[in-house]
């Protein structure tokens, strides 16, 4: 069913209370999502974006009840992935002569995906528009690795509503659409779960494109993103959030993160805890076990924070696996400006703290000097020997 977003706009998009993981098992999803479409009936008929392809009958079902698809003058596809290209070509079965504004890179993302290079490509580049009748336009702005080489956002004059796409979007289900009607603190804590987890690695480009739209002046009375709310009471204040969070975001906190054989280097970790707030009570101090807790939510914590300690007992010469495969995520994220130290326990041979420095480093963090490698189970000593690192991360 389509519901009202300003004037003649309506969402026309699905809200996914099913869904519990994305980009395969890659991000985890707890409170339910939405991949949000757009109908515009000016003079012209507009569909902005769709579904992920399980929805795609549902999605072209409940349109073709609000209109006659053969009336939708054309189609815009901000951004190819499947979550918002999915239901394209059963809808194109359709109508598949009607128009498609996209990017030159959405092209080849869409011909690549779904195999029909007939099918009626516009392609634009930041600045192009169209008129959509009734004193109105959509302007395009292309949004190169916001966050894949064809995300574009689509401007509407008149009514003044970005339609972002997957910028300013959480995995977040709310059925009431809007973001004055969410729960605020948990619209929050997904929105920077979305950024931490998915944007942050292109941060400078998010910082450049910020930048670029403020200076183009547009008034913006609505952002209509195509994950989670709608932002209408206030909608600059999402734009506020990503300007900091794209500049080398940190709170005043430390995260310890570990894991452990037989809970040596567990006590290691909360020794390290301890340390960091008694030397500094008013800074945030969060401790998880790596294979315990969910992944995304550890680095939406290490995104907030300044400095942050990663513990593995040496196993194989190596480090845990549990450990390994969290490192390799926090290489992908390139978080930046952050101290890390290492440390965990050993019974022979020791390779592990080596390893943990080594996967810091090539993850972006300062690496500061002071670890704790301990022989067996750590002794009074060895613990309060953290009191060295936490010291070193709170310099
Ligand atoms: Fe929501 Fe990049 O897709």
Redesign the pocket.
Known sequence: MKRLVKNNVHWVGKVDWELRKFHGDDYSINNGSS?NAYLIQEEKTVLIDTVWSPYAKEFRDNLEKEIDLQKIDFIVVN?G?V??SGALPYLMEKIPNTPIYCTANAVKSLVGQYHHPEWNFKVVKTGDSVEIGNGKSLVFVEMRML??PD?MATYMTGDNILFS??AF?QHYGVKELFNDKADQCTLYEEAIKYYAN?LAPFSPLVKAKIKEIVGLNLPIDIIAT??GVIWRDNPLQIVEKYAAWCDDYQEDQVTIVYDTMWDGTKALAHRLATEVQALSPDTVVKVFNISQTDKNDIMTQVFKSKAIAVGSPTVGKSILSSVAGWMHFLYELQFKKKKGAAFGCYGWSGEGNAELKELLKKAGFAVVEPEAKVNWNPTDEDLDGMKEIAAALLA
Request: glycine fraction near 8%; hydrophobic fraction near 15%; charged fraction near 20%.
């Open positions: 991949q951004h992935e979550d918002h966050h894949w995300s796409n997957d979007g998915i195509s994950h």
